[in-house]
Structures are given as C-alpha cells and as structure tokens.
C-alpha cells in the first residue's frame, strides 16, 4: 500500500511494525554510517573519489587485482575499527527478543552479524531460563546480500574463508594467495555484473513475500536485485516503513517514511 504523502510520525511506525508477525529488515551503507563506514553515492560517499567499474567489477580485477585489493585492504582497515551504532544493536536486540525478524543487509562490513554476537553474549549472562539462542543461531540469522569484506574467495577452486589480516597491496606478488592451489585470492564480495549467492537471494525473496511488514534502513535502492526485495513485499501486501535521511526510489513504496538518521530513528522505533 502507498499513497503520495506517506506517514512521517515514529509512532505510525511503530503501529505498523507491532502489527505484523513476521518483518524483514532491509539495510543498506547508511546504517552503517553512523559507525564510521562511509557510504557509496552521495557526498562523502565512496564512488565520489572512485569509479566502480574500476574497483567493483570483475573486470576491475582481471586488469589490476592490486589496485582492487589496496582498496578493499583500506577498507577492511577502516570498517575493523568500527562499533555496531545503537541502530544496529537495537535491531539486534529486537531481533533475538522476538521471532519471526530477520535481517538482510547489503552492507560487507559485518556489523550486523557484530551486533547480534554482542547481544547474545548479554543474553547468555542474564539469569537462565532467559535465553533460548546460541550466539550462533543469533549471528547466522543475519543474511547478508553481497558478501564480507573479512572473507576471501579463490576463483581458481572456489574456497572461502574468513580473513581478517592486514593485507600487504605492495606489489602483486605480496597480495594473499591460495593455500591449495596458489591462485591469488580475491575479496569475498559481489561486484557489478555478478551473481548473489543463490541461497541468500532465494531466501530473502520467501521472506519477503511472507513478511507483514518490511522496514527499510539507509539504502539509496538503486542496486538491483537487493531494491527489489521491498518492492516483492509491497506487491505482497505487507507495510513499508522507511528510515533514510533523503528520499529513494523505496520512498513512493512507503506507508510510513521517516526521514533522519538510523542512529536517530532506529531505537524509538524498534
Ligand atoms: C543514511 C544515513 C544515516 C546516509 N542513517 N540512512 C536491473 C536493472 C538495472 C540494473 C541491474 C538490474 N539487475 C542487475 C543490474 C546491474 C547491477 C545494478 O543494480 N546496477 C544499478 C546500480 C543500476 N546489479 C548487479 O550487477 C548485481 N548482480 C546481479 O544482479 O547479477 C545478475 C545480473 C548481472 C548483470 C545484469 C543483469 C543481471 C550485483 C550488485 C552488487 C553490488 N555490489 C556493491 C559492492 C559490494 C562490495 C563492496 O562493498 O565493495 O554493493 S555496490 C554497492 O551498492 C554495495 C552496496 O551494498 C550497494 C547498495 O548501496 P547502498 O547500501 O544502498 O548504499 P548507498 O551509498 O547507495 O546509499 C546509502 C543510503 O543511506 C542513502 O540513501 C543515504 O541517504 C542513506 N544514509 N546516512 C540512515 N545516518
Ligand atoms: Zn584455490
């Protein structure tokens, strides 16, 4: 459902997401901004300074793999100091009280999956009888659309593995290698032109055609096909709420768009 002037009050927000059994949430860079993680459009974003066919692409690192990885390298450095915001915390907090939540994210830096753990450590220290989860059941249910920054994939015979280490962009003989067959290694994340990880996407659209209520957190909506995950769970019927400072192509989807910062808005709201 939409109209042209969807409902700003966090209230309506609330009402909407109360009143659903089960809710996806959808997230994107800007959830992550109030950590420190810069964004990829927009001023201050990512692609301001940098071309993603030059960084994000296949080809990208075909032609160059060590400008790729001295990028991603940056990246990793950065996104490792960074905290789960009150957003992210909140919506874990929220998540592991309550069935049928899930979360999707577009975001690789972790922080979802972070926050989760962190709950689920405070939940193991209440009093018994007042968790029900395992940290990993906690850390698993966050699904993440377009990989990790802190796992590495060979395209010589498919491994993958978690990779937090610093990595040396010197030259392209110091770049990570392959234990098994030597070729080298690339980030764990989806480029332009690539595919989703079958069973993620599969599962993200079920939810999304099953949930009442998808609430929408820091994504422009431009990248397909993650954007189309809150346009299957209008076409089904469920109530969108947005979070995002400016308006998206998800905006004329909303019941209840509230405009203001994740960090902001996500904690009155859940
Ligand atoms: C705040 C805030 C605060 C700020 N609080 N909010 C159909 C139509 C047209 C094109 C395509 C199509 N299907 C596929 C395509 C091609 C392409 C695509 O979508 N292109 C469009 C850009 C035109 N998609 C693909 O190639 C995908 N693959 C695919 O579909 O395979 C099959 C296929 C291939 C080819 C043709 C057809 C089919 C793969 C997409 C992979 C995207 N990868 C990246 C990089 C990941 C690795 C890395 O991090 O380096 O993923 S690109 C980048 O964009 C990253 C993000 O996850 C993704 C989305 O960005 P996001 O999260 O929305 O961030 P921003 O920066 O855009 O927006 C931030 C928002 O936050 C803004 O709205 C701010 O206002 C807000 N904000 N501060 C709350 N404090
Ligand atoms: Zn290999």
Same mark, same amino acid.
């Given at each position: 459902m939409s109209d042209s002037s969807p409902n700003l009050d966090i209230e309506s927000g609330r009402q909407a997401l109360g009143g659903a059994r089960r809710i996806i949430v959808l997230t994107g860079a800007g959830i992550s901004a109030d950590s420190g993680v810069p964004t990829?459009?927009?001023?201050?974003?990512?692609?301001k300074d940098h071309r993603p066919e030059d960084l994000a692409t296949p080809g990208a690192f075909a032609r160059d793999p060590r400008l790729v990885w001295e990028w991603y390298g940056c990246r990793r450095t950065l996104v490792a100091q960074c905290e789960p915001s009150v957003a992210h915390l909140a919506l874990a907090r929220w998540a592991a009280g309550r069935d049928g939540i899930r979360i999707i994210t577009q975001? *690789?830096?972790g922080l979802h999956a972070e926050a989760a753990r962190r709950c689920a450590r405070k939940r193991q220290l209440?009093?018994?009888?007042?968790s029900e989860r395992t940290p990993a059941q906690d850390a698993g249910a966050v699904l993440e659309?377009?990989?990790?920054?802190?796992r590495t994939r060979c395209p010589g015979c498919g491994a993958s593995r978690e990779s937090r280490e610093s990595i040396d962009a010197t030259s392209e003989a110091t770049l990570p290698r392959c234990d098994r067959c030597g070729t080298t290694l690339r980030p764990d994340v989806v480029w332009f032109g690539e595919s989703l990880d079958s069973q993620v996407l599969e599962r993200s659209f079920e939810l999304a055609e099953q949930a009442g209520a998808c609430l929408v957190v820091g994504?422009?909506?431009? *990248?397909q096909p993650a954007a189309s995950i809150a346009s299957v769970s209008a076409r089904a019927g469920a109530v969108i709420v947005e979070v995002n400072p400016e308006p998206t192509p998800i905006t004329k989807l909303a019941d209840v768009s509230l405009r203001g910062r994740a960090a902001e808005i996500v904690p009155e709201l859940v």
């Open positions: 990829f459009r927009g001023p201050g974003g990512l692609w975001n *690789v830096d209440a009093p018994a009888g007042t659309l377009h990989g990790s920054l802190f994504t422009s909506g431009v *990248v």
